[in-house]
């Protein structure tokens, strides 16, 4: 049984870093791994996915050029690195494992969130 634990959320400045860690318990080591945010009223988006091996990666264009999302497979491990934050990064933030290696197929595994905040 997979269990993903996130932690690294908080309060922060806009302009400021924040680094969220997911802790995977069980096999995910072949699954593609994301990360996913939502706000109230508003659908889960997915902001960052990497690939099985950790070879690719996708971003949302939103957070392209500020976030990179990074894996250990070794440690069963998954960061996201959040520089420069908006107002708008605001969110809870949810880490996903898939079923299978490719970040196209379907999330099976969900985190319970970690909240960030960012203030402008």
């Known amino acids: 049984q997979v269990h993903l634990t996130e932690s690294g959320g908080g309060l922060v400045q806009a302009g400021g870093s924040l680094n969220l860690s997911c802790v995977a318990t069980?096999?995910?080591?072949?699954?593609?791994m994301a990360w996913f945010r939502q706000v109230p009223g508003k659908e889960r988006e997915r902001v960052a996915a990497?690939?099985?091996?950790?070879?690719?990666?996708e971003y949302a264009a939103a957070v392209k050029g500020r976030f990179t999302i990074s894996r250990d497979n070794t440690k069963g491990t998954v960061t996201l690195q959040m520089n420069a934050l908006k107002a708008e990064d605001t969110g809870l933030y949810y880490c996903?494992?898939?079923?299978?290696?490719?970040?196209?197929?379907?999330?099976?595994?969900w985190g319970q969130g970690t909240q960030v905040t960012v203030s402008s």
């Open positions: 990497i690939s099985w091996r950790g070879a690719t990666t």
């Open positions: 069980g096999n995910t080591q072949s699954a593609a």
């Open positions: 996903a494992g898939y079923l299978g290696g490719s970040y196209y197929g379907s999330v099976i595994h």
